[in-house]
């Protein structure tokens, strides 16, 4: 891997209510925690809560107009997340594959004792 694994990331990530929050602005392309609020079952405080650990994590950023506060996201670390994920899986695919190789060593060895 490249970059070494972002856990502040990763954490905001791997919560499935902002996974929604991204899959919302992802869709529409910015929003308020009011305007997300009603497409999601949550209400419009947990939602700028789940937006202030999105922002923290750098995956979203906010601007200021008016009264309220538009959401966008950050595409540069979103896809720095997604190189982060595909170099994981590759580690995964990798150690599987292992794992199966040993596998059925182990099955062949026990089918010559036999």
Known sequence: MSDPVDDQLWSAIGDPTRRQVLDVLLATGSGTSTSLSEGL??????VAKHLAV???????????????????IDEEQLERALA???AVSTAWDG??????RLAEALQDNEKGTR
């Open 41 to 46: 079952p949550v209400s419009r405080q947990a």
């Open 54 to 72: 999105l922002d923290r994590a750098g995956l979203v950023h906010g601007l200021t107009v008016g009264r309220e506060r538009h959401y966008r």
């Open 84 to 86: 982060q994920l595909d």
């Open 95 to 100: 150690r599987l594959r292992r794992i199966k």
